[in-house]
């Protein structure tokens, strides 16, 4: 499967598994500057920027483990520029992650509050 398509299905199997746990899918894939954030939703009163990463396999890791201290910063930044758009006050706001796993069934994690701002 081309690199694309991976992250498009692993994004789409992402939407499905937040929806199944409650989260309310507001946007995907929000560009802002020159970030982008994958999916914007509500978990109750909580905003959260949640990043999709998916892997065909864990030969080389789970995909939780590529959302590195640079990535986390890049993700941050979107969802600063994003919020600079949001009239009123701020809600709450989450970094959440999910990792996506193809040849497990596949298989999905979420992790809320993955990192902090």
């Known amino acids: 499967m081309e690199r694309i398509a991976i992250g498009r299905h692993g994004e789409d199997l992402a939407c499905e598994a937040l ?26 009163s909580t905003l959260c920027f949640v990043e999709v990463r998916t892997r065909e396999s864990t030969e080389h890791g789970h995909p939780l483990e590529t ?5 986390q910063s890049r993700l941050i930044a979107s969802a600063h520029c994003y919020m600079e758009k949001w009239a009123g006050p701020w809600p709450d706001l989450r970094f959440d ?5 193809l040849d497990e069934g596949p298989s999905t994690t979420i992790v809320k509050e993955a990192f902090e701002a």
């Not at 959302?67 to 990535?71: A, E, G, H, M």
């Not at 992650?97 to 796993?101: I, L, S, T």
Request: with cysteine; proline share 3%; net charge neutral.
């Open 19 to 44: 929806e199944q746990a409650g989260y309310r899918l507001l946007e995907r894939n929000a560009r802002c500057g020159r970030g982008e954030v994958d999916v914007v939703a509500w978990d109750n």
């Open 97 to 101: 992650v999910v990792g996506v796993v």
């Open 67 to 71: 959302v590195d201290r640079p990535k």
